[in-house]
């Protein structure tokens, strides 16, 4: 079963000789258990360490493998066996590696960098070919200002007219593209000062043996950029090919090194004298054992460890100081007691499999602190069924079953594997309600299947053949509405009382007076007001609904007799007694003062929130209609429907030559009803279109209906109730190995 705490942590201390430093990190990096916490150099005589000799050296090596993986754009899907690389083969491989990507790499970046070129010449060369001026009659002159670029032809030629240094002109024009030839030589600028005109670089045309025509010199650039990128093309197949080959190499060498890194660097975190040092961590408490035994096989005697805490739920700190060796306590501490640093201890949550998927939707909000409950067993045991129930169908839910297997199957990250997980449990809710209500794709039959015709089962439980559930679209069926309307209330009480109770205990720590007007105030405030709302005080100004949709045809409401379509399932329910609303309210008074005692006014103005908090569950019902109302509609336009004199609804599925068998209304006839001949497969096509597109319309709405007003009751309702978040994630000093092995 999963905890609502995460895993008990404890502090360990490591205390030891220099000379068995190294084999001991060894030890402790294999054991891969303790969440090393760093030196604050707070005590007297000790010192932080400094990295291993060679640490320096692997980081360049590791900061080198990563820039070639990434140059290649080698991921882990990349990767092929496990393999052993010894220092050797990692120090020779590695080089020879890195010269070949670099060259390639080098090559790709000139050839992209002239062809860049060439397109933007292409580009410049537009103008020219516009309009028609051979290249090499554009320079070369001595006594001639040559000018091309774009503007307004008039304006410019009235500049040239009016300058005192412009003797004579010409101007060829298309357009807004202009070419100036202007005697004597000036600066144009200065020429046509105040007029616009933007002006293009004159091609170069080299050494004059090329082409003189913009379209020729077009061809002969694009000629070349042609060149380029067949070359281009070619060492990018080079690339792809070294990357298929080395792959494997750099994968397991970015692990074998950030293994090294690791061990090497992890003296920064210690406390160190001359000859000693002291490292301290948090490890799983049921684990201390392990790390003892580890090290004495290891090192033996040169190492000492002891448990120095054990962390406390109360508030995260470790007041509960347990020995692992009788007369040891706090002598690994240096300074005579005090820990190395401060801080709560890290999260390990502590949740079965079926559960873990669920811990992804609580790190959404945040991490539980250590002191805090875990609501991933509540996310986990509700959400699923919240959004079962609103969405409800066997169809739809093996859909979403198939739909997490996908994502569990064919993705590597957590993130997409947790949310499969979370997929196929709300499918599994999705396809048991699916079961409840009879619906397969909206349709019904499968109700009378599972539970039978006249006499079944179904009609056993509610008075009617078919389903003992009903969403309660049909006017024959509209109290089975009213009914979910109810339950979509009591729900909200039941999760909002747990909300309040995990705040209770939380708060604890903080003293029995403060867990009381912070959460148990607020809990008799919400249930005393809704047990007296479902109460027969002053029931007249209460809704009918409340008393008649679990109580029994012909039973008395408000002095009116209760029909069959006004009750659901006949339990006999008719509201609580007066007495027992009086008193409900009179504990709902005694929450009320409590919460005004403990918050002051601004209790009493946020006291109408245990009425807001519960009807915003009602969207569960809203959502519930919602969505079988659209699965409703694709099947009416497709099957077509009738509703009977007792306001059941029924599709029409086998009456395509005509509808004379219908015996009710027709709501309306269906595609497939009424067509011949050709025009029948024409509405067969266009039936099955509808169908399906319709349907996974639905479906994904459901993900986005369902699912997140399903979320946004459990974060905004539920965890404001308790939840604050916010704890530090358990890292231990170690590795896990995916692309090397040391056998």
């Not at 201390?13 to 150099?41: C, F, Q």
């Not at 020219?128 to 001026?133: H, T």
């Not at 008395?556 to 329910?573: I, S």
């Amino acid at each position: 079963m999963s905890s609502l705490r995460p895993k008990r942590m404890s502090r360990v201390s490591v205390t030891g000789s220099k000379r068995v430093m190294d084999e001991t990190i060894e030890a402790v990096h294999e054991l891969n258990l303790v969440h090393v916490t760093d030196y604050d150099g707070s005590w007297e005589g000790f010192s932080p360490g400094d990295p291993i000799e060679g640490a320096e050296d692997a980081a360049g090596k590791l900061v080198t493998v990563r820039a070639l993986e990434s140059t290649l754009g080698i991921d882990e899907e990349d990767a092929g066996r496990t393999r052993i690389i010894d220092d050797d083969e990692l120090e020779s491989e590695l080089e020879e590696t890195r010269t070949r990507v670099n060259e390639l790499d080098d090559r790709r970046s000139e050839l992209e960098a002239q062809i860049r070129e060439i397109e933007e010449q292409i580009d410049s060369t537009r103008p020219f070919a516009a309009l028609g001026i051979d290249l090499d009659l554009l320079s070369g002159y001595d006594s001639l200002t040559v000018a091309v670029g774009e503007g307004d032809a008039d304006e410019i030629e009235s500049s040239l007219a009016a300058s005192e240094e412009v003797d004579s002109y010409e101007l060829y024009t298309d357009d807004n593209y202009v070419a100036l030839f202007v005697y004597p030589d000036v600066d144009i600028e200065d020429a046509l000062v105040g007029t616009p005109f933007t002006e293009y670089g004159i091609p170069d045309l080299g050494d004059g043996d090329g082409a003189t025509s913009p379209e020729a010199y077009v061809e002969e650039l694009t000629h070349t950029r042609q060149g380029l990128e067949s070359e281009l093309e070619t060492v990018e197949s080079r690339l792809a090919e070294l990357k298929h080959e080395v792959a494997g190499f750099l994968l397991a060498a970015e692990e074998k090194l950030s293994i090294e890194v690791q061990k090497r660097e992890a003296p920064l975190t210690f406390a160190m004298t001359e000859n000693a040092f002291v490292a301290e961590g948090w490890i799983p408490s049921e684990q201390v054992t392990d790390l003892v035994e580890t090290l004495d096989t290891r090192v033996g005697d040169h190492v000492e460890v002891d448990e120095l805490e054990r962390a406390s739920y109360e508030d995260g700190h470790a007041h509960d100081r347990e020995e692992l060796d009788e007369g040891h306590e706090g002598e690994a501490v240096a300074d005579g007691g005090h820990e190395m640093s401060g801080g709560s201890p890290p999260v390990i949550q502590d949740n079965r499999p079926g559960a873990k998927p669920f811990e992804m939707l609580v790190g959404v909000i945040n991490r539980p602190k250590y002191s805090e409950l875990d609501p991933t067993l509540v996310l986990f045991l509700t959400f699923p069924i919240f959004f079962g129930f609103m969405i409800g169908d066997v169809g739809y839910g093996i859909l979403y079953m198939l739909m997490g297997w996908f994502l569990m199957a064919k993705f590597d990250s957590a993130g997409f594997r947790s949310l499969g997980g979370v997929a196929i449990w709300a499918g599994i809710c999705t396809t048991i309600f699916g079961v409840l209500y009879g619906e397969f794709f909206g349709l019904h039959e499968l109700g009378y299947v599972v539970w039978g015709y006249e006499g079944g089962l179904g009609e056993a439980i509610t008075g009617h053949p078919g389903a003992p559930m009903d969403k309660g679209l049909e006017p024959a069926s509209i109290a089975f509405a009213w009914a979910w309307l109810v339950i979509s209330l009591v729900i909200g009480l039941l999760h909002l009382s747990i909300g309040y109770v995990f705040g209770f205990l939380d708060d604890l720590s903080h003293g029995i007076a403060d867990a009381v007007t912070e959460n148990v105030s607020w809990l008799m405030l919400m249930l005393g007001a809704w047990i007296w709302v479902f109460s027969t005080h002053l029931q007249s100004v209460k809704p009918n609904l409340l008393f008649t949709t679990f109580n029994a045809e012909g039973a008395t409401v408000a002095g009116n007799t209760v029909g069959a379509q006004e009750v659901a399932y006949e339990l006999g329910f008719a509201g609580f007694s007066e007495t027992v609303g009086i008193a409900a309210g009179v504990i709902g008074l005694i929450g009320l003062a409590l919460l005004v005692y403990g918050e002051g006014g601004i209790g009493l103005l946020e006291s109408l929130n245990v009425f807001v908090n519960v009807l915003s569950y009602t969207r569960i019902a809203a959502v519930l209609l919602a969505k079988a109302g659209m699965a409703f509609v694709v099947n009416l336009l497709v099957l077509g429907a009738y509703q009977d004199s007792e306001g059941g609804v029924h599709f029409i599925y086998n009456n395509y030559d005509s509808l004379d068998q219908v015996h009710g209304d027709i709501m309306f006839s269906g595609l497939l009803n009424g067509a011949e001949g050709a025009m029948f497969v024409v509405a067969i096509l266009a039936g099955a279109l509808i169908f399906v597109v319709g349907h996974v319309l639905v479906l994904l709405l459901g993900i986005t209906s369902a699912g997140l007003q399903g979320i946004r009751l459990e974060y905004v309702e539920f965890f404001n109730k308790f939840y604050e978040g916010g704890g530090k994630p358990y890292s231990p000093f170690g590795y896990e190995r995916r692309y090397t092995t040391e056998d």
